[in-house]
């Protein structure tokens, strides 16, 4: 069962990945009654206007740390909208598809084949390292008319790193997808979607505008397939939506891209369906 104690910041990224899944004190409640925490007024949000960082009831009070606030964002709209995170594209005519952890030698150009036979522009968060090493492959994307976006240097989750590191890892990042590619980024999204605070205040003092997602595949997954990645990514889409997904297995399960490419196929399959275009973040 969990605990009400309330969060602190000790709590490592990955606990709060699994709260955030799980259902916490933190988060705005939605158990049954007899549950670990009594529901907030409905009038208010726990993490928005005056009221951020609080839950009230008449009996006690649930602190929610910036830190964890953080944690939660890719995972809770209501944090995510408190950090002035975008997790949708509102007025957007159509869906956001956005591939993380490229470019891959076999994962990327397969992406790319099936994005150009469907005539569809998606938004790539390139690795600084793998750009480096393949710094051809990013010029593809680029020129192919997609969205280069920066995910880091190295894929490393931004709560473990001092701020000095954080900022280096923007920085170098930039440099290298910029030396690739002739583009210089305006999106960034965090490895594992984690900003920490530091983080959060680097990105925007280069000018990079942070974007998460709001539908993902989790195709990393060992065990998923491509039809489960595509339910997840593409059941009840909406315009707006961001959709998540890696054209990479270099810090996923082994040949992850595999299925990440076939999904892709049924993604736009029912996007089709349901008459819903695509676009790129503006």
């Known amino acids: ?9 000790r709590v490592g990224w990955r606990s709060a990945r699994a709260t955030a899944r799980a259902g ?24 928005d206007g005056d009221h951020a960082g609080k839950a009230t009831t008449e009996t006690h009070v649930i602190i929610i740390p910036t830190v964890i606030r953080h944690l939660l964002a890719p995972h809770v709209p209501q944090a995510a909208a408190a950090l ?5 594209l509102p007025g957007a005519a159509g869906v956001a598809i956005t591939f993380d952890d490229g470019p891959h030698p076999e994962g990327t150009p397969a992406v790319l084949e099936i994005l150009a036979q469907e005539g569809i522009q ?15 492959l990013a010029a593809e994307i680029a020129g192919q008319g997609h969205l280069i976006a920066l995910h880091g240097y190295r894929h490393r989750p931004q709560p473990a790193l ?32 984690l900003y920490s605070p530091a983080g959060l205040r680097a990105v925007r003092a280069t000018g990079l505008e942070p974007l998460l997602w709001s539908r993902w595949g989790k195709d990393w997954r060992r065990f998923t397939t491509p039809e489960r990645i ?27 891209h595999e299925r990440t490419a076939q999904a892709l196929k049924l993604i736009v399959r029912e996007l089709k369906r349901q008459k819903i275009g695509t676009v790129l973040p503006v």
């Open 84 to 88: 002035r995170i975008r997790r949708r």
């Open 122 to 136: 998606a938004t790539f968060f390139l690795v600084g390292e793998q750009v480096e090493r393949r710094p051809s």
């Open 230 to 256: 595509a339910s997840r990514a593409a059941t009840n889409v909406a315009p707006g939506d961001v959709i998540l997904l890696h054209d990479a297995d270099f810090y996923s399960s082994r040949g992850s």
């Open 1 to 9: 069962m969990a605990s009400c104690a309330p969060p602190t910041a």
């Open 162 to 193: 001092p701020q000095k590191a954080v900022e280096r890892d923007v920085a170098v990042g930039l440099e290298a997808i910029e030396a690739a590619t002739q583009k210089r980024p305006a999106w960034h999204r965090p490895p594992y979607g």
């Open 24 to 47: 916490s004190c933190s988060a705005p409640p939605t158990a049954p009654a007899g549950s670990c925490s009594a529901p907030p007024p409905p009038q208010t949000s726990p993490l």
